[in-house]
C-alpha cells in the first residue's frame, strides 16, 4: 500500500492520532483535516486516494463535505458516524460514501476496511468491453457509457454494475453482490447494496422508479437486462 494517500478528516484529536498510528505502519500517507472547510482545501492539496470522514464536523458537517467532494472527485469514502440511525448512514451512502463505520469502532477493523475498498479497485483484470444495446462497460478503462453519452459512476457503483453486467440474465443476490464487490471480510450492513443499486438507476435508467437495466427480483436479489450485442 506504498504511497497511497489518506486523509483523514476527524475533530476528535484522539482518533486523528489513533488512526494515524495504525495507517502509517501499513505504509499509508497520512494527512488529516479538522473540520469540514479544511477537508475541502486538502482534498485540493494532497488529491488523496482513500478519505475517512466524520459525519459530525465544525464548519460544515461531513454530508456536506461529501456532496461538495463527489462533485469534484470519485475518491474512496469511508464514513465515521456516532449517530445511531438508519437514516444518517443510509443518507450518506445515498450520496456517494463506499462504506461506514459506526464509532465508536476498531481501528484494526477501519484499517481492514480501507485495505479491501482499495483492493477491489485495483483487482479489475483486463477484459474486452462489456457491449449492450444499452450500456458498455470497459473493466480495464472502468468507464460507462449509456447511448454513447459517458455515465459517471463511483468506485463502488462501477463495480456493482460491472458484477451485474458479467452476469446478465442471472439473478444476484445481496449476499453475493457484497462478495463480489466488498469482499468476503465485510462486515457492515448488506442493505447498502440496495442503496448503491438506486444510486446507479438514477444515472443509467430512462425511469429509475420503473427499471428496466437493472431489475429487481423480489426477495431474491438483482438481475441485469440489457441486450447483449
Keep these: 500500500?506504498?504511497?497511497?494517500?489518506?486523509?483523514?478528516?476527524?475533530?476528535?484529536?484522539?482518533?486523528?492520532?489513533?488512526?494515524?498510528?495504525?495507517?502509517?505502519?501499513?505504509?499509508?500517507?497520512?494527512?488529516?483535516?479538522?473540520?469540514?472547510?479544511?477537508?475541502?482545501?486538502?482534498?485540493?492539496?494532497?488529491?488523496?486516494?482513500?478519505?475517512?470522514?466524520?459525519?459530525?464536523?465544525?464548519?460544515?458537517d461531513g454530508l456536506e463535505v461529501l456532496r461538495r467532494l463527489r462533485q469534484e472527485?470519485?475518491?474512496y469514502v469511508l464514513l465515521l458516524t456516532a449517530k445511531t440511525t438508519e437514516t444518517d448512514k443510509l443518507v450518506g451512502l445515498g450520496m456517494g460514501a463506499d462504506d461506514y463505520l459506526t464509532k465508536p469502532f476498531s481501528p484494526r477493523e477501519l484499517v481492514a476496511r480501507v485495505k479491501v475498498i482499495l483492493r477491489r479497485g485495483r483487482s479489475a483484470d483486463a477484459e474486452p468491453s462489456l457491449v449492450f444495446q444499452r450500456l458498455r462497460v470497459?473493466?480495464?478503462?472502468?468507464?460507462?457509457?449509456k447511448d454513447g453519452q459517458p455515465v459517471e459512476l463511483t468506485p463502488i457503483e462501477f463495480d456493482l454494475l460491472l458484477a451485474l453486467a458479467q452476469h446478465r440474465g442471472r439473478v444476484l443476490s445481496r449476499e453475493?453482490?457484497?462478495e463480489q464487490v466488498w469482499g468476503y471480510d465485510y462486515y457492515g450492513d448488506e442493505r447498502v447494496a440496495d442503496v448503491h443499486i438506486g444510486r446507479i438507476r438514477k444515472k443509467i435508467e430512462d425511469d429509475p422508479a420503473n427499471p428496466a437495466l437493472i431489475v429487481t427480483a423480489r426477495a431474491a436479489g438483482y438481475r441485469f437486462e440489457d441486450i447483449p450485442l
Design 1 to 60: 500500500m506504498d504511497d497511497v494517500k489518506i486523509l483523514v478528516v476527524d475533530d476528535e484529536e484522539t482518533i486523528v492520532r489513533t488512526l494515524r498510528a495504525y495507517l502509517e505502519p501499513e505504509g499509508f500517507r497520512v494527512y488529516t483535516a479538522a473540520d469540514g472547510p479544511g477537508a475541502l482545501k486538502a482534498m485540493r492539496a494532497y488529491r488523496p486516494d482513500f478519505v475517512v470522514l466524520d459525519l459530525m464536523l465544525p464548519g460544515m
Design 73 to 75: 472527485s470519485q475518491v
Design 138 to 145: 470497459d473493466a480495464s478503462a472502468r468507464k460507462v457509457w
Design 176 to 178: 453475493q453482490l457484497i
